[in-house]
């Protein structure tokens, strides 16, 4: 097991050597050639956000209504994915989250790898300089590292191991695990934080500032980490203290991680506060037809979304709608022989009506629910089919919108969805005469620069000191 440290940004590039000392060289050495007092002058120069830890312990709503944290948080989540495959690379952490605002930020990277087990997981802790403010980010699936992919596959269900609701549920195996085998790593650190310590054991057990707001966020796979940690610590008793400092988690791209009996338990826990966090201040943002927060897909299971959810709406033109509404509907064709056979299924399997009487045995009972299940299902599709015919569609704005209840992201309705659209949709993006077509799924919508471009607020600089 591996843990990372850096205490200060390199003014190298990316991927340069980390400085020596505790606090880094500030803003002004992340300018290299820039007078010193141009830096504090210039209207493109950093911080992104002066002041930033003391405005993150500032807000109170979730999500901030500035748009500064959805920000902060996205471009964290994206960052984390630095550094040579598989290792952390805390140094491009703590220099950008320095741009951003948390000036001489400590930074710490824990990180496990079992390629047997299907584990890749790698977690940043950034805190303030002030200590008074911490970030828990976890690292994403690494495009190329096939064991990360294979994590995000292994979606055998594994009971969880806290108590919710007095009852046993089961969640996303490959996403619990890499969560779990540096979770010990990172509540130690915490721990440290919530004494007013600094994470980095090496800096001594001097107490300064107490921990006050800790965020977590992830994009991706770690989106779902980030989800599951933040499970953790409201329903541990053990990890109280920590919880009680937990002021919102921020994911992006988020797959789903459990069935509707577990989203339920969560939006039903408060913690020692009292306080719904999973129901209330954890923020799930997709970005137009970003596939990964509908896996997976509804044959491997029964999954359901919790929390808030905000979604990137496009506008579209009179053809992108036709095609959407084409597309939508070729979905729904896709998803009726799966959604037969699911069905008579579990007719065939579950208990059998007494209605039916002794006289038909149980192969004609089974025939009968079967007879009267299908011409339900083709009324059923027929319908759908109707309403898509007559129906318009109504545009929302474009930007971001809450979505509620059943309009929140759930698992998508077929393979197809999957294997076939969401790869075309990755293609065609690439090609000027398809690149505004809306598929229902795509995996270029799941890439994280996506979410910074479209959270970022108008006019701020960006994370390489560009006015957007």
């Known amino acids: 097991m591996n843990e990372a440290e850096a205490k200060g940004p390199g003014s190298a590039g990316l991927h340069g050597p980390g400085s020596a000392g505790l606090g880094g060289p500030g803003s002004a050495g992340l300018r290299p050639l820039k007078p010193p007092d141009a830096t504090l002058r210039a209207p493109g120069s950093f911080p992104v956000y002066p002041g930033l830890a003391d405005y993150l312990l500032s807000v109170t709503k979730h999500p901030d209504p500035s748009g500064v944290i959805p920000h902060v948080m996205a471009t964290c989540s994206a960052y984390s994915y630095a550094g040579p495959m598989p290792h952390a690379d805390p140094q491009t952490v703590r220099m950008i989250m320095e741009r951003m605002g948390l000036q001489r930020n400590r930074c710490k990277a824990f990180e496990q790898r079992v390629d047997a087990l299907f584990v890749a997981s790698t977690a940043y802790l950034i805190q303030s300089e002030d200590r008074r403010v911490a970030i828990l980010c976890y690292r994403g699936t690494q495009p190329e590292d096939v064991i990360s992919t294979l994590a995000d596959a292994d979606v055998a269900p594994e009971r969880l191991s806290i108590d919710l609701d007095g009852t046993e549920h089961y969640v996303h195996a490959g996403f619990y695990r890499n969560m779990r085998v540096t979770r010990y790593l990172v509540i130690e650190a915490l721990d440290r934080a919530v004494k007013g310590q ?189 309403r898509w015919a007559t129906s318009v569609p109504s545009q929302l704005p474009e930007g971001w919108h809450e979505r509620t209840g059943a309009a929140r992201s759930g698992s998508m309705q077929n393979l197809s969805g999957f294997t076939l659209v969401a790869p075309l949709a990755f293609f065609a993006v690439r090609l000027n005469l398809t690149r505004t077509l ?22 701020v600089l960006s994370e390489f000191g560009d006015v957007r």
């Open 198 to 386: 600094s994470i980095l054991p090496e800096d001594g057990d001097d107490a300064g500032e107490k921990l006050q707001k800790l965020y977590i966020t992830g994009h991706s796979l770690g989106g779902a980490m980030a989800a599951l940690m933040a499970v953790v610590l409201v329903k541990e008793p053990a990890y109280a203290h920590i919880a009680d400092k937990l002021e919102a988690v921020y994911t992006f791209g988020q797959p789903l991680i459990g069935d509707a009996g577990f989203a339920r338990a969560c939006e039903q826990a408060v913690d020692n506060r009292g306080v719904h966090v999973l129901r209330d201040r954890l923020l799930r943002y997709v970005y137009s037809r970003d596939a990964v927060p509908h896996l997976p897909p509804r044959p491997v299971g029964r999954y359901a979304p919790f929390g808030r959810e905000f979604r990137y709406e496009k506008a579209m033109s009179p053809v992108n709608v036709a095609f959407s509404r084409l597309s939508d509907a070729v979905d729904e064709l896709a998803s009726l022989p799966g959604d037969i056979l699911e069905t008579m299924s579990e007719l065939l399997q579950g208990p059998q009506p007494s209605s039916a009487g002794p006289a038909y045995g149980s192969i004609g009972r089974d025939a009968l629910r079967v007879g009267c299940f299908l011409p339900k299902q083709a009324l059923r599709f027929m319908g759908a089919a109707a």
């Open 438 to 459: 809306p598929f229902k799924y795509s995996f270029d919508d799941h890439m994280p620069t996506h979410y910074i471009s479209r959270l970022a607020p108008s006019g």
